[in-house]
């Protein structure tokens, strides 16, 4: 990578940091991916019968391993643990006495049932960072509903202003909730873990994709406390800012930034409609967003005169902030994209080959890293519950017990 820190070599931000992951599908494996990444030893705690449910979901590389389990649950471990008994709940507190974070989405209610929830692991580490991630909080009406990407979306109000207006509603075409659960996770773990490291007092933190995803509604939110006006969707357009959109050009289209002055007039010379900056319509951003759908007409009469890498190369020329609308091919094919090192491949034991997307936070002193394939379900259940004190004795008889199963490879 030109520029950027090699970081084989180089010491790794969380060495040292145990995390015990309890989560599956999303929000929660995202977190604990981002923490790996950085260096954290992060054991996937597993169900046994299938484990984490990601395994199965979307395109297989193998009749086991989902594409969408394998993109998500690089360097980390696995073990499986069988909460249903006993011996399995043992193991899990013993192995909570030398870690320092757990993460767990489990339904309100069902690890205090287990013996594992914050309290009782409290009892035995009284510095652990104990994270929970839920559809709605563990607390008020909706506490024990259980919560999925999509309904976040919908209920935080997502939804009612994506899409085209006149059009059946859509979601994000990526799981924001979801996803944003699993950042602020990672916000709360480390902001709890530098108090502990201050204070040296672990404690409890929880998350909801609700939450998370209200959050993000930041421009509509604002506009409804300052006027009380119901934000709607309004396609590529922004809701502050004018022209700041998708634009149709001879063969496509082209996305385009103007929010301020100096860029509008920019952006309105490139295009040649000079004549545009002094109408009194189109004379400040207050009336551009007024008059939206006609500035987005009359732009539209000169773009789709020519292409879109024509116009690219113009407004790159002109100083105006523009790009390209790529889809995944096109992506994981840009020069900007290979430059930054945003595409890792590893080798998984059973899949293969496998791409994975790599490190957007650069740290250039300590700097993330890739080396471990998401693990096969088991694989690192000996090796991890040995580093815990138990005998291949002791093993063999949780084995024989069910509580707990391994994949020897």
């Not at 309105?268 to 951003?285: H, M, P, T, V, W």
């Not at 084995?399 to 020897?408: L, P, Q, V, W, Y």
Request: net charge negative; hydrophobic share 40%.
């Amino acid at each position: 990578m030109k520029n950027l820190p090699n970081p084989f070599g180089m010491p790794e931000a969380l060495d040292g940091v145990r995390v015990l992951d309890c989560s599956q599908i999303l929000a929660g494996p995202f977190c604990s991916m981002l923490l790996a990444d950085m260096g954290a030893d992060v054991i996937k705690i597993e169900k046994p019968n299938g484990g984490d449910d990601t395994r199965r979901m979307g395109p297989p590389f193998i009749d086991t391993e989902s594409a969408a389990f394998l993109a998500m649950n690089r360097n980390k471990r696995s073990i499986v643990l069988n909460f249903k008994d006993p011996l399995g709940v043992e193991a899990m507190k013993r192995l909570v006495s030398s870690a320092d974070i757990i993460i767990e989405n489990y339904r309100t209610g069902v690890m205090d049932r287990l013996g594992l929830g914050y309290e009782d692991l409290k009892a035995i580490n009284p510095g652990i960072i104990y994270c929970s991630i839920s559809g709605f909080g563990r607390t008020g009406p909706y506490a024990n509903r259980g919560g999925y990407d999509l309904i976040a979306q919908a209920m935080s109000g997502i939804m009612s202003f994506t899409g085209v207006p006149g059009m059946p509603p859509v979601k994000a075409g990526v799981p924001i909730a979801d996803m944003n659960a699993g950042m602020f996770s990672v916000y709360g773990i480390l902001t709890a873990y530098i108090n502990k490291l201050k204070t040296g007092q672990g404690q409890y933190l929880e998350i909801s994709l609700l939450e998370a995803a209200l959050a993000y509604t930041v421009w509509e939110s604002a506009g409804y406390f300052a006027t009380g006006e119901v934000a709607g969707p309004l396609g590529s357009s922004h809701r502050n800012s004018a022209p700041y959109q998708a634009l149709a050009t001879s063969d496509g289209y082209i996305v385009v930034g103007a929010p301020n002055q100096p860029n509008w007039e920019r952006l309105a010379k490139a295009f040649g409609c000079e004549e545009l900056i002094s109408r009194q319509e189109y004379k400040d951003n207050s009336g551009r967003l007024i008059n939206r759908e006609k500035l987005e007409t009359e732009l539209e009469i000169a773009t789709r005169k020519k292409s879109t890498d024509e116009w690219l190369d113009i407004l790159e020329k002109a100083g105006v902030p523009a790009g390209p609308i790529l889809n995944m091919e096109q992506i994981w094919n840009d020069p900007q994209i290979l430059d930054r090192g945003m595409e890792t491949v590893l080798e998984h034991p059973t899949a293969g080959a496998i791409k994975n997307i790599g490190v957007a936070a650069k740290l250039y002193s300590t700097p993330g890293r890739i080396t471990r394939p998401a693990p096969v379900l088991g694989q690192h259940t000996r090796e991890v519950l040995l580093d815990a004190g138990y005998t291949t004795t002791q093993i063999d008889a949780l084995i024989e017990s069910d509580a707990i199963s391994t994949k020897d490879m």
